[in-house]
């Protein structure tokens, strides 16, 4: 049987690879990539403790299934910013758009 | 060491493994596409935590539409990226450090769990835990009102995404 810490740890592992991907890229599609990867290491947790710790309860299950709205939506709104930023400045690079920046 | 355990230890190995290609890959549509194997190998692992209908979704949602929705993006912007800058920005050490210093973090937090070591619980025979998801989100008693939140959330996120990504109408300049 595989213990409840291998996927916890692999979920935290797959999670700061996920915050490097957002803090180290400069092309912006590349940090949604890692926000998704973030994501996605959230899930394997939530589904992981669902299984292990309260399988009655689908609390877990409908918490990921959220997420996965949520997650849906943070692309479609996120990736139509990206393309309307690149129509009127022609740029992705996260750190060129700094029309409002201080 | 079961086959279990090893299947889980090869997907683990190949999801994290394409996570880091992901970040670290020089061309975006690489990282695209190592994007999609690293969701794939989190269906895997939600196929062997039992949740069959969340491997499903994790394919139809996160395979399905948002990587080809980030792909399509990526060629649209194409042009840009094929300029040669850096794909890391300068302080990507920075990032690299507090990327190790929340995995101590988060590991010496869950090594802590009481649960850390726990073998799952045996599910009932036939399992029905399908059912009683599907039952609890149209129950008013339970998951309804989130369910709902959600659904009118995606409408929200639909129509803000193509009012946002329209295409700059004549009047109106670019504000440049």
Redesign the interface.
């Known amino acids: 049987?595989?213990?409840?810490?291998?996927?916890?740890?692999?979920a935290?592992?797959?999670?700061?690879?996920?915050?490097?991907?957002v803090?180290?890229?400069?092309?912006a599609?590349?940090i949604?990539?890692?926000i998704?990867?973030m994501l996605?290491a959230v899930?394997?947790n939530l589904?992981?403790f669902?299984?292990?710790?309260t399988?009655g309860v689908?609390?877990g299950?409908?918490f990921?299934?959220?997420v996965?709205?949520?997650?849906?939506?943070?692309?479609?709104?996120g990736?139509?910013?990206?393309?309307?930023i690149?129509?009127?400045?022609?740029?992705?690079?996260a750190?060129e758009i700094n029309l409002m920046k201080w | 060491m079961?086959v279990?355990?090893i299947i889980?230890l090869v997907t683990?190995f190949v999801?994290?493994l394409a996570?880091?290609m992901?970040?670290a890959s020089p061309k975006?549509v690489h990282?695209?596409l190592w994007?999609i194997v690293?969701?794939a190998g989190?269906a895997v692992?939600?196929v062997?935590?039992?949740?069959n209908?969340?491997a499903v979704?994790?394919v139809v949602?996160?395979i399905g539409?948002?990587a080809i929705?980030?792909i399509?993006?990526?060629m649209?912007?194409r042009r840009?990226?094929a300029d040669s800058?850096?794909?890391?920005?300068r302080?990507?050490w920075?990032?690299?450090l507090?990327?190790?210093v929340?995995?101590g973090g988060?590991?010496a937090l869950?090594?802590q769990?009481p649960?850390?070591?726990?073998?799952?619980?045996e599910?009932a025979a036939a399992d029905t835990?399908l059912t009683?998801?599907g039952t609890?989100?149209v129950d008013v008693n339970r998951?309804l009102v989130?369910?709902e939140v959600?659904?009118v959330?995606?409408l929200?996120?639909?129509i803000?995404?193509?009012a946002?990504?329209r295409?700059?109408a004549k009047g109106e300049e670019?504000?440049?």
Not at chain 2, 48 to 51: E, K, V
């Open positions: 049987m595989i213990p409840l810490s291998w996927y916890l740890t692999l935290a592992l797959l999670f700061c690879v996920g915050v490097f991907g803090l180290a890229r400069r092309n599609v590349a949604l990539m890692g998704e990867l996605n899930n394997l589904v992981a669902w299984r292990y710790s399988p689908i609390a299950q409908v990921t299934l959220i996965f709205a949520v997650a849906a939506s943070e692309a479609a709104v990736l139509a910013l990206i393309i309307s690149y129509r009127r400045r022609a740029t992705v690079v750190d | 079961s279990l355990q889980f683990g999801t994290l996570g880091v992901v970040v975006l990282a695209a994007l690293s969701l989190v692992l939600f062997l935590l039992n949740a209908f969340l979704v994790q949602v996160y539409a948002i929705l980030i399509f993006t990526v649209l912007t840009v990226m800058g850096p794909t890391h920005n302080t990507w920075v990032a690299l507090s990327a190790v929340l995995l988060l590991l869950i090594w769990h649960a850390f070591q726990a073998v799952p619980a599910l835990s009683v998801l609890s989100l998951y989130p369910f959600a659904s959330l995606l929200a996120a639909l803000g995404a193509i946002v990504a295409p700059v670019a504000d440049e």
